[in-house]
């Protein structure tokens, strides 16, 4: 029998990202990989902090790829999925699983680039990282790193995917990744991580980077010092402080915050739009209440004979009606923009 590869001679760890539509995807990758794959495979799923415990079983259903959730300081085996749990950032540090409750990136906990950031800093040109089905753009400045650090990037085809956002924003942030359906994925990753003949780990590590890792291990997260960034002129919509652009691959934009909040463009957008979703809301709110209350009080002076005052507070509640329909007009239009943002990246 023929010897195997060594492993500093060969791509031997996947990393792969998945969110809307991206569940039924990853079952259908998985079911086309052996379960005697040369390589560890590591994964993020978009899960709510609440989600149940039974994801590793549903994603490899089909398959013969064993799963679980990782577990803080394990070491990976070859021909294994872990996949982050529910409320935490999955990352490759050296040769250890580390889960970490550090700030959302991208608004998400668990989220794909700190999982591929780490990743590429651990295992440069050993490392094969793949995006599957999803919106927005988690993965795509992650998928930059792992291309900036010598490793290979595989990307659903927009056209088969049951939503293309992350897709396309990966395509975006790289040149040269590998485009194909399921089918094509899965032959890529059967052949990389079975060819040997690489004689270095590629590039040095970006330090940026590695300080970006290394804060979400970190208690208390954040800069202690003063930003190493320029400030953007943006807030972060998780904590309301201001966000620094940070130096990132292949000139993919990413910002920061003190706290440690990531974001990319997109994300950042979707991010926002919530934010004034939510403001616009209440202030409807509030002011439909101060229209009640003003018209309870011009029909109280109105009952006293206080004319003077009647009409003061009936002009008060026309102009709050006025503002609450105009912002009412407002939230539509912002609803009706999410969905058509929402279509488009299906």
């Known amino acids: 029998m023929a010897d195997q590869p060594d492993p500093e001679h060969r791509r031997d760890t996947v990393v792969i990202a998945a969110s809307a539509g991206g569940i039924s995807a990853m079952q259908k990758l998985l079911a086309r990989l ?64 580390r889960l970490s409750t550090g700030p959302r990136q991208n608004g998400l906990r668990p989220a794909a680039d700190p999982l591929f950031f780490s ?6 040109r050993r490392l094969i990282g793949v995006v599957l089905s ?17 490793g290979l990037v595989a990307v659903q085809d927009p056209a088969e995917a049951d939503y293309d956002g992350m897709p396309s924003a990966a395509l975006a942030s790289t040149t040269d990744a590998f485009l194909g359906n399921l089918e094509g994925i899965a032959r890529f990753v059967r052949d990389q991580t079975r060819e040997a003949g690489m004689t270095d780990k ?13 804060r979400l291990l970190k208690v208390d997260n954040g800069w202690t010092e003063s930003p ?5 002129g943006l807030t ?47 202030a409807v709110t509030q002011l439909a ?12 002076a109105a009952e006293r004979g206080h004319r003077l005052s009647r009409d003061q507070f009936a002009d008060k509640a026309r102009q709050t009606e006025e503002a609450a329909e105009t912002l009412q007009r407002m939230l539509a239009e912002l609803l009706a923009r999410q969905d058509d943002l929402a279509n488009g990246s299906r």
């Open 119 to 124: 990743a590429a800093l651990a295992r440069g």
């Open 289 to 300: 209440e101060r229209s009640v209350l003003t018209r309870r009080l011009a029909q109280a």
């Open 202 to 214: 590629g590039p040095d590590p970006d330090p940026d980077l590695h300080q970006a890792v290394e």
């Open 34 to 97: 052996p379960r005697d794959l040369p390589a560890t495979i590591l994964g993020v799923v978009h899960l709510p902090a609440t989600a149940n415990s039974v994801l590793p079983q549903v994603v490899t259903r089909r398959s013969e790829v064993p799963a679980e959730f990782a577990r803080d300081g394990v070491e990976p085996r070859p021909g294994r999925l872990y996949l982050a749990p529910p409320d935490r950032h999955l990352l490759l540090v050296e040769d250890r699983l």
């Open 228 to 232: 190493p960034h320029e400030y953007s």
């Open 134 to 150: 999803g919106m927005l753009d988690d993965g795509a400045a992650g998928c930059a790193a792992v291309q900036e650090h010598g």
């Open 236 to 282: 972060c919509p998780e904590c309301g402080g201001p966000l620094y652009s940070r130096s990132a691959p292949a000139g993919s934009m990413r910002m920061e915050c003190r706290i440690g909040h990531g974001w990319s463009p997109q994300s950042l957008l979707e991010s926002q739009d919530r934010t004034v979703e939510r403001a616009l809301s209440m």
